[in-house]
């Protein structure tokens, strides 16, 4: 299972550090990502990480936001800075097994078969 953490309220500019911890799987084998949903809006691919380190933004969060993983603490996080009202949304981490060492993906969400229960960032202006 995955239990992400780390969201609260911080306001625009300010920075924040998501945490992702798994259990009950090899994370070594696992690509990871964190997708988001804001009030009202679909569901979105935020950033993924691939099993040996390499990693992939959406252009909004780019320069901004980094993704990394600790395979050694089977974790995974996401730092967060400079953060605009935008950003505001229910933050979920997602992990699935790929034979591709160096592969991830944000943009499809079914691919991934482990979901964090989801942890709620909110910035004010």
């Known amino acids: 299972q995955l239990q992400a953490s780390g969201g609260g309220l911080v306001q625009a500019g300010g920075s924040l550090r998501l945490s992702c911890a798994a259990s009950?799987?090899?994370?070594?084998?696992?690509?990871l990502a964190w997708f988001r949903q804001a009030p009202g809006k679909e569901h979105e691919g935020v950033s993924c990480?691939?099993?040996?380190?390499?990693?992939y933004y959406r252009d909004s969060v780019k320069g901004r936001l980094t993704i990394s993983r600790d395979n050694a603490k089977y974790t995974m996080y996401l730092h967060m800075t400079t953060l605009k009202p935008e950003d505001t949304a229910i933050y979920y981490c997602?992990?699935?097994?790929?034979?591709?060492?160096?592969?991830?993906?944000?943009?499809?969400?079914?691919?991934?078969?482990?979901w964090g229960q989801g942890t709620l960032v909110t910035v004010s202006s």
């Open positions: 997602a992990a699935v097994s790929q034979q591709l060492r160096n592969y991830c993906s944000y943009r499809f969400p079914a691919e991934y078969d482990w």
């Open positions: 990480i691939s099993r040996d380190g390499n990693t």
């Open positions: 009950g799987f090899n994370f070594d084998v696992y690509a």
